[in-house]
């Protein structure tokens, strides 16, 4: 009984000290000089129209809203089957969505990721680097997202491995390529 009794309180201090460990080094490791620390994009799995889509997850956990303006993704090493256009390897994708203060607003990156395959007919996989525009008030950011390997099938995705090799330089645009529409009108 002894035993037991040492073995449990034995796992019970390494469970907490292995949690004080996980907070305080998230405590130490974030930026304070980051303006944008609240707000967490990342890449994964949602369920959008009755199926599992790969998607760009947009978290606000800032107090502020966020303008989320565009995504441009690059593929690198396509290995496509059928495909029924010239693949651009680099797509952008337009957002232009408000992220509230404490939601979550998942926008489907699969259509923009067959465009830039080529529109592939068959299994096709890839690596995908992306850039993410951003506005939190009237400051723009931009966060070069992790870099994934992609195995799809049309527009379904099959799976989904977060690349840890580096991969060959992404050059992305400038700036926000915005349509001179306001311009037009003031005119």
């Known amino acids: ?27 130490i490791s974030a930026d304070p000089a980051d303006r944008s620390a609240g707000f967490r994009p990342r890449i994964g799995f949602t369920r959008l129209d009755g199926m599992a889509s790969l998607s760009l997850l947009l978290a606000n956990g800032t107090k502020k809203y966020v303008w989320a303006e565009e995504i ?42 067959y465009k830039a395959a080529g529109d592939p ?24 997202m992790e870099t994934y390997r992609l195995r799809m099938l049309g527009l379904t995705a099959s799976g989904i491995d977060r690349e840890r090799e580096p991969v060959d330089a992404f050059h992305a645009q400038d700036k926000s390529q915005d349509v001179p529409a306001i311009a037009i009108k003031l005119k």
């Open 121 to 144: 007919q068959r299994k096709y996989s890839c690596v995908m680097s992306s850039v993410l525009r951003y506005r939190i008030g009237e400051e723009q950011f931009e966060k070069k």
């Open 72 to 113: 441009e993704i690059f593929l690198s090493g396509l290995s496509a089957e059928e495909q029924t256009a010239e693949p651009s390897f680099h797509e952008i994708q337009k957002i232009r969505q408000m992220v509230r203060s404490g939601d979550t607003v998942p926008i489907s990156l699969s259509e923009v990721i």
């Open 1 to 27: 009984m002894i035993i037991l009794r040492a073995t449990f309180l034995l796992v019970f201090a390494l469970g907490l000290g292995y949690c004080i460990l996980r907070f305080w080094l998230r405590r």
